[in-house]
């Protein structure tokens, strides 16, 4: 069969990429027998790869990842045991002969949230495959191109699926959608990671590549009443862009005048932090001089990104000379890291070395000038916060520079980075989105692999269906009440000396 693939990375975004000569893992669940299939009702010609159920519950599909510090040495014998017991349970539900590659997805989830939960970077993802006897690759891209999605982005907050912001006035903010093209949000939310933002576009790919449809009736409920509307959806890259357009930064930076309180939200980090930089530190300064010294800092939305300029960026918050960051790193001797770090020998290939202290960063020094005196920051984070993301939040809480509120971070959020291309399943539809290489010991309050928020603040649906921010309102009431008991306290002091 003659054939383009292509990959969708649609967790931030939309991306198209041949990938004909992508290499596949070392260590990869490879099924010995199976054939492709036309997917059907689709407005591009798409294959998907079925897989004979008997393939699957087998030992070597718990594939390692052996570039990774601490992937290659799981599950232990007693957890390979339950992971593949649910593996097959899991077949044996599914009721079907072969698989196609969302229904793999979803009977090795154990085994790929298993993985998942160690590197929160490690994810599988569904590609993509156009026939290309029907779409040669230029006609392949451009038909990828005019892709269209539901014109929103989404909330997962437990089983419940809620409209998160809107560039199609069908919808609402906080409208909650029951089903999509006659599939049910629980059904799409089997084969998709718990973010708490997502977009349609991953949502309905993993789900039996339901975006490459021609139009969409989504049933939803809007303040409690049923509703179902009919689109066509909007242009999918222009609405991922236009979607991201709307978190940047400057254009989310506000005062809350009730709660005498300053809000910035920080979605991302860049591979030049400079600008952002400039734009925090400039907003907390005009806060100041409106006399406002409490400000909410929210990354609930930020996957990370690059470290540039990190220590300039916390010495905003920080007033300490020098700021201690991390007792040491590992990383994983591959031919692929020995490019980027040259100490590395033949003889260490396929261990764990400790890297020499001049290859990462123990301490730095913050930027002077850069600290502003005088206020009081929360920050708001949840499961999404990753990354650099996760570092700078655990920073501001370890050296005393911000309180933390709202949920814990993924596990392990800190401990892994130094992320390399991932590879192919074949002959499945399946592939890793990245493979850290680099293992990081941190400094933080815990050893568990967890940051915990100074003050839970759960996400619960039912605020978020008024088109309200639960969390942010809960946080601002929250500081309004300590505010005002300082004050209290603050004045019977000054009466007691009296």
Known sequence: MKSILLSLVLQAGLTCLCAAQTPAPADTLQPS???SVRIPDRNIAIRDYKIPRSRIGLEQNLHRVSRHPGLDTLPSPAERAAVLAEINARCDASGKDSLLTADLLWVMRPWYDRLHHEDPHYRIMPVVEVDSTIYPERKARLKLRQTRMPGFSLQQINDTLIIDRSLDPLFRRGDRIAAINGISTAEYLRYVYDDRYMNPSYLLCNCFYNLFV???????????APLTVETAGLPCFDTLFRLKKAEETDANIRTYADARCGYIAIPQFFPNNSRLIRIVRKAIVHFKKQGIADVVLDLRRNPGGSGHAFDEMLSIF???PEVAY?????IKASREAMRYYDFLTEEQLGQVVELP???YVRSFETAPGQYVEGMRYYVLVGRDTGSIAASFVNMLQYHGGALLAG??????ALKYGEVLDGGWFRPVQLA???VSMIAIDECTRRDDGYIVPDIPLPAIAAEHLSGRDGELDRLL???????DRNTRNAECETGLRQ
Not at 407 to 412: A, D, G, K, S, T
Not at 477 to 483: P, Q
């Open 318 to 320: 920080i007033d300490k």
């Open 432 to 434: 890793e989105v990245g």
């Open 33 to 35: 027998a199976g054939r």
């Open 477 to 483: 009431a929250i500081i309004c009440e300590r505010r």
């Open 407 to 412: 949920e814990p971070l993924r596990h392990n």
């Open 326 to 330: 991390c007792r040491g790193q590992r």
């Open 214 to 224: 021609d139009r969409f009736r989504i049933d939803l409920y809007r303040d409690g």
């Open 357 to 359: 202290e001049d290859q």
